[in-house]
């Protein structure tokens, strides 16, 4: 029952994100707001675990890296939409939007929580331990620049911030 109104929820906050994604890597910088229902300030985003960012990389390479990429280019006509409405997979480093995205949401749709009629995306859950997700987010990260990892930081922490 609850799905009901997950889901076009989500797909709200995707469209959102999308919407607000487009902006031209190259210009360096990332959205001067994240939320203004959460506008507190995060902590500094936490050191890397370069354990963690090693087995992601080897996890990423044998799960992800056939469609998005040995070095997280994606397909490069990523944003223009098929036939069928769905996406092509696209970037993980800095020039796509995954930074936009909290850990939490990042997980959700990798194990396929999230039923997005855009994404052609497999579900990795039974596939990928809850570890070894967190470990190829983490690879993710090693990739993307100060200001894109601060964004996504605070975009984590203010989502473990919200009231369940």
């Not at 890397?48 to 992601?56: A, F, K, M, N, Y």
């Not at 020039?95 to 052609?120: C, K």
């Not at 470990?135 to 009231?163: D, N």
Request: negative net charge.
């Amino acid at each position: 029952m609850a799905r009901r109104w997950i889901m076009p929820m989500a797909a709200g906050l995707l469209a959102t994100a999308v919407a607000t994604c487009s902006a031209p890597a190259d210009q360096g910088e990332a959205p001067a707001t994240v939320s203004p229902l959460f506008p507190d300030e995060a902590p500094p985003p936490p050191q890397l675990d370069e354990r963690q960012v090693t087995l992601g990389a080897d996890l990423y390479q044998q799960n992800c890296a056939s469609c998005h990429g040995a070095d997280l280019s994606g397909d490069p006509d990523w944003m223009t939409p098929n036939p069928d409405g769905s996406f092509r997979p696209p970037p993980h480093d800095s020039s796509g939007h995954t930074w936009h995205h909290s850990d939490q949401l990042l997980a959700q749709v990798i194990r396929g929580d999230l039923d997005f009629p855009e994404s052609r995306m497999p579900a990795f859950a039974g596939l990928l331990s809850d570890e070894e997700i967190k470990a190829i987010i983490e690879y993710l990260k090693a990739s993307w620049g100060p200001q894109e990892r601060a964004f996504q930081w605070q975009v984590t922490w203010q989502e473990a911030q919200r009231p369940r």
